[in-house]
């Protein structure tokens, strides 16, 4: 998938978004030497479960990314408040403009455009409007999507889908959530990989396509 793309930016809205949305591409382009910068727009201070502290989610992000095998440096953090990220939508734009113009990167991936979560609604569009003139897919997340159109596939390998698993299982204060589960994961790479005849692999919605 896009062997001609060397860098690539992921748009996290939460710290563990991007790694459930493409996680084994992540792991898969990161194995083929590929630049790869993850970027999460909040740590979800105010959604952890009660007794965790507040930097938990800064740390596990940082412990998933590093066992995907994007450098500590390509790990980008903010922290705006969960569900209220239409109010810092302007905000946000200009963070992304000022990222693009620092990384340049050739392919982005968002979240979905039919993902009903309203801060992943945000990213997804303001993700469009900052990088106009880039390749853009947009992850799943089933849980979220009220569709989603499954035009572009990541073939993945054992171990990627492995490394998948095992970036998430650093989400030790999200493993109470049903879709943070080792059978889930494999059972969605499963079934994209049904879908194009080969054993594991994650679907992607194209929003814009440049070649």
Not at 56 to 81: R, W
Request: hydrophobic residues 40%; aromatic residues 10%.
């Amino acid at each position: 998938m896009h062997s001609n793309k060397q860098r690539v930016l992921v748009l996290a809205p939460h710290t563990d978004d991007g790694e459930l949305g493409c996680g084994g591409t992540i792991a898969r382009f990161c194995r083929e030497g590929r630049d790869v910068y993850y970027v999460a727009f909040s740590i979800a201070t105010r959604s952890l479960p009660a007794g965790w502290a507040p930097d938990t989610l800064a740390k596990e992000v940082a412990a998933a990314t590093q066992v995907l095998g994007i450098p500590s440096q390509n790990l980008f953090l903010y922290d705006y408040d969960v569900r209220r990220f239409k109010e810092f939508r302007q905000d946000i734009l200009e963070e992304l403009v000022k990222l693009g113009k620092q990384l340049q990167p050739d392919l982005i991936f968002v979240p979905s455009p039919t993902d009903i979560h309203q801060d992943h609604q945000v990213i997804s569009e303001e993700g469009l409007r900052a990088f106009k003139n880039k390749t853009i897919l947009g992850y799943e997340m089933p849980w979220n999507n009220l569709s989603f159109n499954t035009r572009s596939f990541s073939i993945l390998s054992d171990e990627d889908v492995a490394t998948k698993v095992a970036a998430l299982s650093c989400y030790k204060s999200q493993a109470h959530r049903p879709y943070v589960n080792e059978n889930f994961i494999r059972s969605l790479a499963t079934t994209r990989g049904v879908q194009i005849g080969t054993t594991w692999a994650e679907a992607f919605e194209v929003i814009r396509f440049i070649f």
